[in-house]
């Protein structure tokens, strides 16, 4: 069978898949011309550029090993083990940890150039650890144990420690597509407590500027909180998710609680075509007429308001009230065109222009995609 | 046909085959209270995350690709061109130069977390040369000259060169089959003479720490001897190995002889399974009754004693007598679990605890490992 | 089918294929007695070591991805996604940018181990951008848009941009293969004006000296010209090309035109064996018997004189000319061995000797080399 790249099996129960994906941005990010700094502008870059291996082992054993160069340094992604048993999955090695259905879903499949403001804020990230699954027709749960992620463990002081669940609840109803889920998410520093900083780049991953960020301040513990809905419906699909990171600082100090969530709402213009779903996360958009039989490939637009509240409890790390489209064009199975504008208000941000803290700006980018 | 991965052929003598590897450790030090260390205690990383390719080329030519990510930074492993004619083989690139029967077996297939404690400390790793092979019946001869490590010949001043031969007899006597073997080693650092130090972990790679450490000082030049015996009969297996290495320093300052050694002992209680040996190196574990065919693969239960010293003629590094057990579960070809304890006494410590330099250390450690 | 390594596909377009290679190099530098220098003298390196793939999507789209980890880092080569529409193919991603028919020449095909020293001296590297290239009977013409390179990009001030045309005229007279071509080159480099410098290795990438070097000057704007001649005919081919670089400094100062150019020969030995020439660049070399058929493989002798002048307008990097010779075996498809020797002569060289700043430097260098 051929998944973007052969996918080669035996009946005994054996099977290997490479794959990987490029993903190319350009983009311009227009501030305050007050504010001095080569970062904004132009720009362009490999977002992601990664390969690797899927396969099967008779007996329900299986693996998933990518890495991602897309600086120009080695980043491990997926590297894991598993095991299946019917409706249960075990999970040992570097994955997501259940935070939200946004950051759980494929970048190749998301909505905009880049997730919602408070998946990266909030520190989201593949960490190291042993997790169980069980899928039950229309509902899922998810939960694991998780250390660091593969880059802070290669630092033998490194011993935080996580537990992480989640729940959803997906049903059908004729063509419609129900999601609902909610998560929780507790993690302890450890020796590691220290320095820790919420902050997020303007909707582009080009720039290295974060207009909203807390600066650091010493964390020992996270708690969070995460609430998710969904539907889908022949060309339309919309979304949303809430999410509440709480840290809690040493010695009495208060502890802040940030705030972020979106809501997004997309419909394809060509005949057929919508957005897939599986198992907790949107999946690939499979073109009903692409471009090599004929047709002109699926088309998709998007809308969506995005909101992160990073000041709480004395700490001003600003808010931000982001207004986004975004055009995908998706002329084959496994390739993808996107534009991207975004208006961005900030309130208190942690960057000064000469006008003071409060101010808009205008980000535009655009990506090519190829994945196997 | 298949090894874990598809390994595709064609009838003029072609052939290619992905391969890779990974293994997550979690594990605790448990070290004298005295030593303040955040590097001990409870601690788990990714022992290995590699992916390589093999081929053969009409011709009796072929080449080994394989690349380790496991500290988040590219590590070539193996990196050769083969030209193999009959019993002779060639070989050219980065591979291992005939170190020592445990060092030459692939750690998918090791008795415990880590080798004995003298491979690492004593500098074994692949290098760069050009080396050849005659194997005969029951005989094997292996030689080369070999520069330096990937990772140190990206320096243009690294032209230190060495010579490494080894001999192996291993014959069968029914269903018993004998290993024994002798190695000898000679390396000049040429222009990279200079700070070297003999050192290793706690018999688990997940701490940073080294209790055995001679600390930094000038060689120019190493030579070193090994002595190599094992007996694998039905489930049982018996192993153990002898090594010197005497580091010459200039100016006529007196040269130290560091030995380092183990004996190890295995056995099997599931019925029909044990170890694999090939060509001098222990080979792959298949199941008799694996858990995808209705069994519960191979069980396997290990001791060892692993002894080091790193103190002579005025260098005082520490010594180390190690009692070991491990307990392997192979419920499927190319699937491994590992649970593994060691108790280490150390005499003259490179560490301080309050009690002064010798003391002993508990290592827990488990580990699960995958590979194709 | 089977190109080095397997290429799998299917009736409906799709199509998939691992790609990789493997060079070692090891040789000598001697220079002037009176330079002290641990770059110099005997050194072994892995000159490439590159693992990839490739793949056709069914509509004309394509991609190719390979990373580089010769020194132990990942450096991404190409990567990028195509789209093909009859004559005219479209590329999106780090690519060649067209700048000299033997930098176009993949490392595995060139006559020497390393290319004229102008290529790497003016700088030409893969850089991302956007391309198109146009193919009709003998004419091919391609140009297009870049910023930098993946490397430089992981900065997000990179935002220098450039432009690149070439056309090639390839007609075939009888068994003749013809190469005329012609290139232009405009790259600004913004907000990352800055210290530039202009240098080559002397024949062999094995030290990081260089004997010929502007050192840095500030740099605002590149602008360059090449012409490419060459004729392939049964066992012997000839090839030369010319290129100007012309460095734009600021403030009036005056703009240096540093100068570089080769002609080489080449003559098989073997009989039936003839350099590949394909689309506007040199090709592989497939023995017309190989060892693997009874054969002795091809054997190829070369010689050049390449010359390079990096001093003008007040810059004084050093001059050049280097006569050189070189043997190629491929003993099978895939598989190559090269020795290199080469005499070169520098006039105001960046590295001074006792004897002053004019002197010769001699190089021995070999190679072997698998790629799939």
Redesign the interface.
Known sequence: T?K???Q?S?SS??S?K?R?R?Q?D?GTVNAPGSIVD??L??????RR?R???Q?D?????G?K?E?D?A??????TD???TYKDGAAKFT???HNNFQSFEELTSSLHISFLERAAFTDAFGFQRR?GVSGEYKSGDFLAQGGVF??N??D??S????AIGLDGRVVFMPKTGDTQWHLGGSVHWRDMN?QSGAMRYRQRPAIH????RFINTGNFTVTRETSYGLEAAVLSGPLHVAGEAHWLKATRPGGLANPTFFGGYVEAGYFFTKGDSRGYKSGKFDRVKPNA????GGAGALQANVRFDYLDLSDAGIIGGTQNAYQASLIWT?????RFMLNYSHIEYDNAAVSAASGNNYTVDVFGAR???D?
Request: aromatic share 14%; no cysteine; glycine share 14%.
């Open positions: 051929w973007g790249a052969p080669i035996t129960g054996w290997f490479p990987g490029l190319y350009a080569n970062g502008g132009f720009q362009s870059e490999i550029a390969l690797g291996v396969g082992i008779p007996g329900g054993f693996y090993f890495v160069v600086d120009n340094e080695v980043v491990v590297a894991v083990l040992v090695g570097q190291v250390t660091s593969f880059d463990l290669s033998d002081e490194a011993n020796d080009t720039t290295d500027t692409a471009v090599g039989d002329p084959a199975d496994y390739v090519a995609q190829v196997f």
